[in-house]
């Protein structure tokens, strides 16, 4: 199978169609294994996937390290999308967000270097309620210019930063959560990205593995202690509805993960979906997803799993 490509932005950089998220590779998602991990980025390498997703923040600096490890000799086969993100304690405790100039070069330096790099792709931040965006920006535009950074993005912001952002510097992409499960960006976001010719990297297309079936519940697994759709009653009602979208999809030689994949990739070309796969058993799942839907069939999807009937918020709680 051939994974076509995608432009990100008006103008933006030519990526794989589909992209390999390795978050789940080094925490959140229970243990994982480093050498599975690593052969599952160079089956997606050898399969088309150039665009591969990892944060500063992933396991503390973990993430970077293995995608450099499993990236020694093939770098410029890789397209690596950064998210710069949340300071952490010790012992792994989520702190603040620091986005001001002199920390963003801070960031960037010693990504630069766990990621064993000249440059990052796409760099991408989340908002600093102390900093203003087009600081941030600004500091990232210097970046671009000095070659450390080619592209600058953002993730989960709203429309009116957006605005902002864009005016300090081109915006490539946003990355924002997008499911059959999590559809709120249709409102705002995806409208004034397609307004300002910004492309979009979606993650949690699986609604954090729900649509695959799965409940969140192995050890070391943070979604049942801190994501609402995977407690109580909550991860009851969204399993029936990953069930329901199951069957439908079977109807159509499909899994449910890859209805839903597809589901996400039918929504435009401006848009990526991200697969959070961590075994070549899951790459290849997701690989066969197709990237193109009938309407009738996202229709079909959709009634499936209502977005009115999910049960409980998507993002994080303490």
């Known amino acids: 199978?051939?994974?076509?490509?995608?432009?990100?932005?008006?103008?933006?950089?030519?990526?794989?169609?589909?992209?390999?998220?390795?978050m789940g590779m080094s925490e959140f998602y229970g243990a994982a294994d480093r050498a599975e991990s690593v052969a599952t980025i160079h089956a997606a390498l050898d399969a088309g996937i150039t665009l591969f997703d990892t944060g500063n923040f992933y396991g503390m600096g973990h993430n970077e390290l293995l995608l450099a490890e499993a990236l020694q000799g093939k770098r410029a086969q890789a397209f690596i999308q950064l998210k710069l993100g949340p300071?952490?304690?010790?012992?792994?405790?989520?702190?603040?967000?620091?986005?001001?100039?002199?920390?963003?070069?801070?960031?960037?330096?010693?990504?630069?270097?766990?990621?064993?790099?000249?440059?990052?792709?796409?760099?991408?931040?989340r908002p600093d309620p102390g900093v203003p965006v087009a600081e941030t920006v600004g500091a990232l535009a210097e970046l671009v210019k000095q070659g450390y950074v080619r592209y600058i993005g953002l993730m989960n912001v709203d429309a009116d930063s957006v605005r902002r952002a864009h005016a300090?510097?081109?915006?490539?992409?946003l990355q924002c959560e997008y499911s059959l499960m999590t559809r709120d960006v249709e409102a705002e976001i995806l409208p004034v990205c397609r307004e300002l010719g910004i492309g979009m990297t979606a993650y949690g297309v699986l609604s954090r593995g729900l649509l695959a079936g799965s409940r969140g519940d192995q050890a070391g697994d943070w979604r049942q202690r801190h994501l609402p759709r995977f407690q109580g009653e909550n991860l009851d009602r969204n399993s029936r509805l990953a069930q329901a979208l199951a069957k439908?999809?079977?109807?159509?030689?499909?899994?449910?993960?890859q209805a839903a994949i597809a589901w996400v990739a039918s929504q435009g070309d401006d848009i990526v979906p991200l697969v959070g796969a961590r075994t070549r058993e899951r790459l290849a799942e997701a690989l066969d997803a197709p990237v193109a839907l009938s309407p009738d069939a996202r229709s079909v999807f959709e009634r499936a799993v209502p977005e009115d009937h999910v049960s409980g918020a998507h993002h994080f709680s303490n």
């Open 1 to 22: 199978m051939t994974i076509p490509v995608r432009t990100l932005g008006l103008n933006g950089p030519r990526v794989s169609a589909l992209g390999l998220g390795c």
């Open 87 to 125: 300071r952490r304690a010790p012992d792994g405790a989520f702190l603040d967000v620091d986005h001001r100039p002199v920390a963003v070069k801070n960031d960037i330096a010693y990504s630069l270097r766990r990621l064993e790099t000249d440059y990052v792709d796409l760099c991408m931040v």
């Open 168 to 173: 300090a510097h081109p915006i490539t992409a």
């Open 248 to 257: 439908v999809a079977a109807k159509d030689g499909l899994t449910a993960a």
